[in-house]
């Protein structure tokens, strides 16, 4: 256990053996692996598109029971739930206008699939400028103490300013390389859900505008005969 606590202390002061711009590249670190977890766990394909449970309200539709279909889709809320909830609200438009009501539909749920992506891409960019930054600022350091060579800790300084630029680029890489990749990775994903959802969409359209006819012919005949 001693062991353990005393590599710790030694990783921190190493860490502060890189100087102040270390804290703004731990505090990137940390909200970038935030993001990603978070990401990690509401971007789960099968919590935003669960195929049985889109297949069991195609079913309940295909039954002519638009009214349990609705139902089921405020019961699980999520990307495609929400198109095909505006779609069996909006079922007796024609082709063209349900097509426009699904699409102004999926906006907002794209809006939302994309949440903190730019800031993950930024927070990488940012890191590896920081750490540039931190290298630059040690060579600096270096250089004016090696002009400053009458000076008896002419080695130390210099050495000081070599570990302040090592540190802070290899900090600035670390953070930027998780947060990169988290993001080319999210962006990946994403862009397959939305074209799912552009697909969904589409078929939802052919469903009610063609196949689901038969739905809206049946809901008229069950309309009639509550009236007799």
Known sequence: M???????????TQLGDGGFLMIPLLFFSLFAHMIILERLYNLRKSKLMPQHFIARIYRVLEKGNPEMALALCESR???LTSIIKAGITNRYLDEKDLKVVLNVT???EKILLEKYLGTLAFLGAVAVLVGLLGTVLG???SFSAVFKYDRPDTAVAVATGVAVALLTTVAGLAVALPAMIGYAYFTSKVDNMI?????HSLALVRFLTKGGSRLVEKEAEQGEGTGQ
């Open 195 to 199: 074209n799912e959802m552009t697909r």
């Open 2 to 12: 001693s062991d353990i606590i005393h590599v710790i202390l030694n990783g921190v």
């Open 77 to 79: 809320p999520g990307p």
């Open 139 to 141: 060579l600096f350091t």
């Open 106 to 108: 999926a906006r907002p």
